[in-house]
């Protein structure tokens, strides 16, 4: 199910691949940014007593459960 018909969509598609590589990969990069501080905020809310080295090891886990982490993360 999708909240976007299909000509928008479409539109929007248009208009990402017509931006220069370089701005797509900022944006890019600004939406995984973005990602990352909205999972650790959801986890320092849900964990208030997790150091935040201990924060990003359980975002790094629940982020790719089948990866075989290192032992540091796990």
Known sequence: MSDT??????????LV????PGV????ALEASALARRLALTRLRQAHPGLTE?????QCL???FPALDLPAAVR
């Open 5 to 14: 018909s299909r000509e928008v969509d479409d539109l929007r598609l248009a």
């Open 17 to 20: 691949r017509g931006l220069e």
């Open 24 to 27: 797509r990969l900022r944006l």
């Open 53 to 57: 080295r201990e924060l990003v090891a």
């Open 61 to 63: 886990r629940d982020c």
